[in-house]
Nanobody, 128 residues
Framework: QVQLVESGGGLVQAGGSLRLSCAAS????????MGWFRQAPGKEREFVAA????????DYTDSVKGRFTISRDNAKNTVYLQMNSLKPEDTAVYYC?????????????????????WGQGTQVTVSS
């Protein structure tokens, strides 16, 4: 059974940091794009960051550039999202996702409809 399991969410004050992890099991995602998305109450799910299978040149939504860093450890089948300088507007459920339709893809995709596997989500709450 293929699973993506997120962890590391929680409650933090504005300006603080959290590190999210996404552990994959059931198959390898080492050669596929991995992404992080988030969804706040009453809003649509939005792209946060994505990383190629090789780990080079990740992509970020403008609102998190310079504050968030996506990385991956293919040996552990795990993807991370380091979030620094958190703001109340970062509050959301954060989801890990895998785009397995393209082997060793070079172009990163930012639509949630392009990702086939999803985790259950982890809540991040940033207080002001």
């Amino acid at each position: 059974q293929v699973q993506l399991v997120e962890s590391g969410g929680g409650l933090v004050q504005a300006g603080g940091s959290l590190r999210l992890s996404c552990a994959a099991s059931g198959r390898t995602f080492n050669f596929y794009t991995m992404g992080w998305f988030r969804q706040a109450p009453g809003k649509e799910r939005e792209f946060v960051a994505a990383i190629r299978w090789s780990g080079v040149n990740p992509d970020y939504t403008d609102s998190v550039k310079g504050r968030f860093t996506i990385s991956r450890d293919n040996a552990k089948n795990t993807v991370y999202l380091q979030m620094n300088s958190l703001k109340p507007e970062d509050t959301a459920v954060y989801y890990c996702a895998a785009d397995v339709s393209r082997f060793k893809a070079t172009v990163l995709r930012t639509s949630p409809y392009d990702y086939e596997y999803w985790g259950q989500g982890t809540q991040v709450t940033v207080s002001s």
